[in-house]
């Protein structure tokens, strides 16, 4: 299984991205009963969670992306979606595409670089 994420670059502050990530040879089955989340990186900071979501829908954003960002996916394209508006320097880091499976499956994207300029 291969996570490829895309999507991510430079943009001015206020601006928005879609972030995708695609699950590469992982069956149907096992995409649609993931829980798939979206981690970041910023300079000089510890990797944080954005925004997970489980198979059932449930979803938990971070607070400091709550009504900015949005967690979607596309089971028949096993792509897993980030939809990122009102962008700020904060924001700035390589964002990964997480997906975790039953029985301990953990599978991580290589990520992709977002930059925001102020």
């Known amino acids: 299984v291969q996570l490829v994420e895309s999507g991510g670059g430079l943009v001015q502050a206020g601006g928005s991205l879609r972030l995708s990530c695609r699950a590469s040879?992982?069956?149907?089955?096992?995409?649609?009963?993931?829980?798939l989340a979206w981690y970041r990186q910023g300079p000089g900071k510890q990797r944080e969670l954005v925004v997970s979501?489980?198979?059932?829908?449930?979803?938990n954003y971070a607070d400091s992306v709550k009504g900015r960002f949005t967690i979607s996916k596309d089971n028949t394209r096993k792509t897993v979606y980030l939809q990122m508006n009102s962008l700020n320097a904060e924001d700035t880091g390589v964002y990964y595409c997480?997906?975790?499976?039953?029985?301990?499956?953990?599978?991580w994207g290589r990520g992709t670089q977002v930059t925001v300029s102020s």
């Open positions: 040879g992982m069956i149907l089955s096992v995409f649609s009963g993931s829980t």
């Open positions: 997480n997906i975790q499976y039953l029985g301990g499956a953990d599978y």
């Open positions: 979501r489980t198979s059932d829908g449930t979803t």
